[in-house]
């Protein structure tokens, strides 16, 4: 059963437009979200995160909304770059385990 | 500072071989943990280790062992390999004193791309 899912293998999008990129839990108990970030042949970083207390959080051009009624989250970047081209997951920790969504590879092309 | 360092990068086994990747953290962190990615599976954790001495089971540990020397080494074993298990492994860290914290980062390793023929 995926607790966390991403329902959009890929997303493309143009140099300095917006990116969406969504994410759907199940859990209500999930208390915290995290993005993560990964280029090819690199581990995953850590890109932002947001409390189930919150309903946003913005770090330079990257926001996470956060909408628990609809169990949703979703990272915006502004304006797109090239450089962000990676595959992105969202996770939440449960109990001992951070569970990772599938992932959604986004290409900002110029 | 080189953060998580894994070895091999990339490894070829046949069925039935066995093997350790082997991981260090140089961050002083307490929890380390294994994942597997797989295509359209995101980051499956096998085993972690909340602190030296202790290792659990995670989502996937069948198959597989894990060792935490000490505080900086955190190594996985496969004792027959199986082409099931042909993945990227990644190694992660994070300072967290309980695997997992809400709000704790995870550090990864590169990973190691593993075939299992």
């Known amino acids: 059963d995926q607790q966390v899912k991403q329902n959009s293998p890929s997303l493309s999008v143009q140099e300095g437009r917006i990116s969406i990129l969504n994410c759907d839990y199940t859990?209500?108990?999930?208390?915290?979200f995290l993005w993560y970030k990964k280029y090819p042949a690199e581990g995953p970083t850590f890109l932002i995160s947001?409390?189930?207390?919150?309903d946003k959080n913005e770090d330079g051009r990257f926001t996470v909304f956060l909408n628990k009624s609809a169990k949703h989250l979703s990272l915006h970047i502004v304006p797109s770059q090239p450089g962000d081209s990676a595959v992105y997951f969202c996770?939440?920790?449960?109990?001992?385990?951070?569970?990772f969504g599938t992932g959604t590879r986004l290409q900002v092309f110029p | 500072n080189a953060g998580v360092t894994q070895t091999p990068k990339f490894q070829v086994l046949k069925t039935g071989q066995s093997m350790t990747l082997q991981c260090a953290q140089d961050?002083?962190?307490?929890?380390m943990y294994w994942y597997r990615q797989d295509p359209g599976m995101g980051l499956r954790l096998i085993y972690y280790?909340?602190?030296?001495?202790?290792?659990d089971k995670g989502e996937v540990p069948n198959g597989y062992n894990v060792s935490r020397l000490n505080k900086r080494e955190f190594s996985l074993r496969l004792e027959s390999a199986a082409p099931s298990q042909t993945s990227v492994y990644f190694c992660?860290?994070?300072?967290?004193?309980?695997?997992?914290?809400?709000?704790?980062?995870?550090?990864f390793g590169s990973g190691t791309q593993l075939s299992v023929l």
């Open positions: 996770a939440a920790p449960y109990t001992d385990k951070l569970i």
């Open positions: 961050m002083n962190h307490n929890s």
């Open positions: 947001i409390s189930s207390i919150k």
């Open positions: 859990n209500s108990m999930f208390d915290y």
């Open positions: 280790s909340a602190s030296e001495g202790t290792t």
């Open positions: 992660a860290s994070s300072e967290a004193r309980r695997a997992h914290s809400s709000n704790e980062k995870l550090f």
